[in-house]
């Protein structure tokens, strides 16, 4: 499993774009980058996930650096109830292309968001 | 939007007891999972269930921890004996496992009390 290295707290202010880096020097050429975050104890919240290109959808932007050994997650515009751990997640596949696998989660990044 | 949800949201039990957490999954998901997060500590991978049968279960997952899906909508984690290191909130999730939709979608949790 690729391991990913991310800062273990970051603050933001409230209107602005969150910025979160994460590291994932080994990652294998067909492992997805994937990112979650969890709100206070709650069931963690798939956010956005990518593989070579960058992505964007309603919450974030995913970009990933041509090498694919970092990317980073932004939030455009941070709100408070964005504070939450934030985490980077390089996919584990028990069959190859298939969609059962496990996510190994770490420490993640505690993002405060304030006022 | 469909979600995944759980009872009970907290349950007390004694060393040595026996507890069924139930999961009610996404309709017509096909993949789950039980997931398990120590107060203070990382989320960590317990089990992975499709077709009816373990697909993937970590080393935590042993002799004392079964899973079911006795029906068409429950998934259900039962621990037999509880122990103190037990105690932890317990999060079950789901995917659907339609081709390129690879998010899990997480319930909001058992908090497991083992006194």
């Known amino acids: 499993d690729a391991k990913t290295t991310q800062p273990p707290s970051m603050d933001c202010a409230e209107g602005r774009a969150a910025n979160l880096p994460c590291n994932h020097s080994?990652?294998?050429?067909?492992?997805?980058v994937y990112w979650y975050r969890q709100i206070h104890s709650q069931g963690p919240q798939y956010i956005i996930h990518g593989l070579k290109n960058n992505e964007t959808n309603e919450m974030a932007s995913l970009i990933i650096t041509e090498d694919r050994k970092s990317s980073t997650l932004i939030l455009p515009h941070a709100t408070l109830r964005d504070t939450a751990v934030y985490y980077c997640?390089?996919?584990?596949?028990?069959?190859?292309?298939?969609?059962?696998?496990?996510?190994?989660f770490g420490k993640g990044t505690l993002l405060t968001v304030n006022p | 939007e469909p979600e995944v949800t759980q009872t009970p949201s907290h349950q007390v039990t004694q060393m040595g007891q026996e507890v069924i957490l139930r999961c009610v999954p996404i309709?017509?998901?096909?993949?789950f999972y039980w997931y398990r997060q120590i107060l203070g500590q990382k989320v960590e991978f317990l089990v992975s269930f499709y077709n009816n049968e373990i697909s993937e279960k970590s080393e935590i997952f042993d002799d004392q921890f079964s899973v079911e899906r006795p029906d068409g909508s429950n998934f259900t984690l039962k621990i037999r004996s509880t122990k103190l290191e037990d105690s932890a909130m317990y999060f079950c999730a789901s995917n659907s496992g339609l081709a390129g939709t690879y998010e899990q979608y997480f319930g909001p949790g058992t908090r497991l009390t083992v006194t």
């Open positions: 080994t990652i294998s050429g067909n492992e997805y």
């Open positions: 309709s017509n998901h096909l993949y």
């Open positions: 997640i390089v996919r584990v596949t028990r069959n190859s292309g298939g969609s059962n696998y496990k996510l190994t």
